[in-house]
T-cell receptor, first 114, second 117 residues
Framework: EDQVTQSPEALRLQEGESSSLNCSYTVSGLRGLFWYRQDPGKGPEFLFTLYSAGEEKEKERLKATLTKKESFLHITAPKPEDSATYLCAVHPGGGVYQGGKLIFGQGTELSVKP | GAVVSQHPSWVICKSGTSVKIECRSLDFQATTMFWYRQFPKQSLMLMATSNEGSKATYEQGVEKDKFLINHASLTLSTLTVTSAHPEDSSFYIC?????????????FGPGTRLTVL
């Protein structure tokens, strides 16, 4: 069964304390892995798209990496404004996913304290 | 670039009335849009996939007669909640796929908070 699991469910960091969020996936054939940030009461904001193992992308304090089984979102020297829920989504491709529908993880709620 | 808007951002209605929510891709054309529902502290739940010029595909358990979806153009999809009841109160979010391929990135709207009294 196609599945996406994010860990930890919640993460509390001190400002400047670097860490990583994990997204493990079990799908028949990966056609895209997506990271989003969601603030309370708002829609998800796009961060990164990764398509193949070994691919890495960076944006400010965030860096996303991809292997054949999982993706990491590394946060370097986080600031309080990085506090949000980070969602990972996977497009397995083929079958019922041909239209582009995604499988979402449950999210990691990140809190960065000053 | 890749901006998706939703209107209204919030709506309060009486039980039994219908509510229409609009989703627009502002700077790109989207042949496929998606409608999600999100409950507090939970992830997104896909309701339906909307393709321009054709009938929407609903997920199992979603009543298509209650949640009417119309994708009339490459930049506009609408969700109408018919005969709304308090249990339909939720946060509704749309997304638009920026490209013709299934793996193209989806961009999300800001969401619409529906409260049914």
């Amino acid at each position: 069964e196609d599945q996406v699991t994010q860990s930890p469910e919640a993460l509390r960091l001190q400002e400047g304390e670097s860490s990583s969020l994990n997204c493990s996936y079990t799908v028949s054939g990966l056609r895209g892995l997506f990271w989003y940030r969601q603030d309370p009461g708002k829609g998800p904001e796009f961060l990164f798209t990764l398509y193949s193992a070994g691919e890495e992308k960076e944006k400010e304090r965030l860096k996303a990496t991809l292997t054949k089984k999982e993706s990491f979102l590394h946060i370097t020297a986080p600031k309080p404004e990085d506090s949000a829920t980070y969602l990972c989504a996977v497009h397995p491709g083929g079958g019922v996913y041909q239209g582009g529908k995604l499988i979402f993880g449950q999210g990691t709620e990140l809190s960065v304290k000053p | 670039g890749a901006v998706v808007s939703q209107h209204p951002s919030w709506v309060i209605c009486k039980s039994g009335t219908s509510v229409k929510i609009e989703c627009r891709s502002l700077d790109f054309q989207a042949t496929t849009m998606f409608w999600y529902r999100q409950f507090p502290k939970q992830s997104l739940m896909l309701m339906a996939t909307s393709n321009e010029g054709s009938k929407a595909t609903y997920e199992q358990g979603v009543e298509k007669d209650k949640f009417l979806i119309n994708h009339a153009s490459l930049t506009l999809s609408t969700l109408t909640v018919t005969s709304a009841h308090p249990e339909d109160s939720s946060f509704y979010i749309c997304s638009a796929k920026a490209g013709p391929y299934p793996g193209d990135t989806q961009y999300f709207g800001p969401g619409t908070r529906l409260t049914v009294l």
